[in-house]
T-cell receptor
Framework: NAGVMQNPRHLVRRRGQEARLRCSPMKGHSHVYWYRQLPEEGLKFMVYLQKENIIDESGMPKERFSAEFPKEGPSILRIQQVVRGDSAAYFC??????????FGSGTQLSVL | RKEVEQDPGPFNVPEGATVAFNCTYSNSASQSFFWYRQDCRKEPKLLMSVYSSGNEDGRFTAQLNRASQYISLLIRDSKLSDSATYLCVVIKGGGATNKLIFGTGTLLAVQP
């Protein structure tokens, strides 16, 4: 049973471009969480999704950020018109029942 | 006041020492509690759940004090490999609306 798969591991974008981060949860897990971590800081909750539904997006900026978890395929975190302040590690986690989380290796986004 | 607070440390301890971390939470309705471990630039990994009666896993002991709203992690006979950031996690909500709140972490450095 493969773990949570995130890709790409590293993503470099110029200011104004779009960033798409992908997350495939563990088999059988229907809960997906996205977190952001800045250097020397803790994990900040962004969004919680179940298949085809956004359950809680209270941690996600209202503009430029969106997330989806379609019926088929991975969860996608999309950042439009990236700015330097978006540079961070983005971790995805999945859970079978919304409690114990299993994390992917993260995507390190660098905005030039 | 932050929902989940931890002493950021660093805790510098010699090998073989016993070290304890506390984590306080503000929402008395919080239901579930966990400790995660995060190594530098890696994803967090579940260390152990925290039960009301307290629980032990080898050299690690976790306890919950609902009256004072804190959880603790005790590490006995510290090893060099225990060096990491320890994150406490509090779950609020229930059922389909669980929200996992991470503390900012406590950095442990075990010295030879």
């Amino acid at each position: 049973n493969a773990g949570v798969m995130q890709n790409p591991r590293h993503l470099v974008r110029r200011r104004g471009q779009e960033a798409r981060l992908r997350c495939s949860p563990m088999k059988g897990h229907s809960h997906v969480y996205w977190y952001r971590q800045l250097p020397e800081e803790g994990l900040k909750f962004m969004v919680y999704l179940q298949k085809e539904n956004i359950i809680d997006e209270s941690g996600m900026p209202k503009e430029r950020f969106s997330a989806e978890f379609p019926k088929e395929g991975p969860s996608i975190l999309r950042i439009q018109q990236v700015v330097r302040g978006d540079s961070a590690a983005y971790f995805c986690a999945s859970s079978p029942q919304g409690e114990k989380l299993f994390f992917g290796s993260g995507t390190q986004l660098s905005v030039l | 006041r932050k929902e989940v607070e931890q002493d950021p440390g660093p805790f510098n301890v010699p090998e073989g020492a016993t070290v304890a971390f506390n984590c306080t939470y503000s929402n008395s309705a919080s239901q579930s509690f966990f400790w995660y471990r995060q190594d530098c630039r890696k994803e967090p990994k579940l260390l152990m759940s925290v039960y009301s009666s307290g629980n032990e896993d080898g050299r690690f002991t976790a306890q919950l004090n609902r009256a004072s709203q804190y959880i603790s992690l005790l590490i006995r006979d510290s090893k060099l490999s225990d060096s990491a950031t320890y994150l406490c996690v509090v779950i609020k909500g229930g059922g389909a609306t669980n929200k996992l709140i991470f503390g900012t972490g406590t950095l442990l450095a075990v010295q030879p």
